[in-house]
């Protein structure tokens, strides 16, 4: 299985944040993760859609945005227009999930669910047939550079089968704390798209193609 990169710009210098995504971007990215924090579903407050729709344009790569915000509803339509491609919304916000992530199939945008530290992997059954992605965070969400937990691996392995069972076209991302050190394991758990904030934006933009690689294993 071929694994994806998906740095989070969470990460990255935010004063050159289109500079940032060309320069990711031609260091082999595979996707552009974002993460968006409301100050009330997450204790910190990132970026909106005016944000993200500015720097579309910097990268021809899949944009993979990660709501962590309640409500979430009103909010999927700003990030489609934006140029959104995969959309990740959490179910221990308290809107609804089920309308939620019907409302991003709609607009033909992949549809993703983020799940909780603390969230038990079953949440994800009943959506099993719309899902394109779900990601599992491996930190408390709010911010970067947390350490792993790790009994995130048991909640990957369940995931995998799970989807491999389910024989739909299905990506495991994984969501936090992650370094060269312990990727291994989480692809070997199962998951195949890594986000990845501080371990790739660290050493400036002329090392960030050695440790996209270096993540790969090369
Ligand atoms: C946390 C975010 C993550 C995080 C990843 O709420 O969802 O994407 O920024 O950053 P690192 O890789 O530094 O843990
Ligand atoms: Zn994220």
Not at 87 to 108: R, V, W, Y
Not at 191 to 205: D, E, K, R, S
Request: proline fraction near 5%; charge should be negative.
């Amino acid at each position: 299985m071929s694994v994806k990169v998906s740095p989070s710009i969470l990460a990255s210098n935010f004063s050159s944040l289109g500079e940032e995504v060309q320069s990711i971007t031609k260091a082999g990215a595979d996707y552009i993760h974002v993460d968006v924090m409301d100050g009330h579903f997450v204790p910190n407050l990132t970026i909106g859609p005016a944000v993200v729709k500015s720097i579309r344009d910097k990268s021809d790569i899949p944009f993979d945005v990660h709501l962590m915000i309640d409500p979430v509803e009103p909010y999927i339509e700003g990030f489609v227009n934006a140029g959104a491609d995969i959309i990740s919304i959490h179910p221990e916000a308290n809107d609804d999930t089920d309308a939620c992530l019907k409302k991003i199939k709609s607009h033909n945008v992949k549809a993703g669910l983020a799940i909780n530290p603390n969230t038990d992997w079953e949440v994800v059954k009943p959506y099993m047939n719309v899902l394109d992605l779900i990601l599992v965070m491996s930190v408390h969400p709010g911010f970067g550079g947390q350490k792993f937990i790790s009994s995130t691996l048991d909640k990957l392995k369940a995931l995998r089968k799970e989807i491999d069972q389910s024989g739909r076209d299905i990506e495991l991302e994984i969501d936090g704390g992650i370094n060269f050190e312990n990727i291994q394991s989480v692809i070997d758990a199962g998951a195949n798209v890594i986000v990845a904030g501080t371990t790739v934006f660290t050493g400036g933009q002329s090392e960030y193609a050695n440790n996209i690689k270096k993540l790969r294993g090369k």
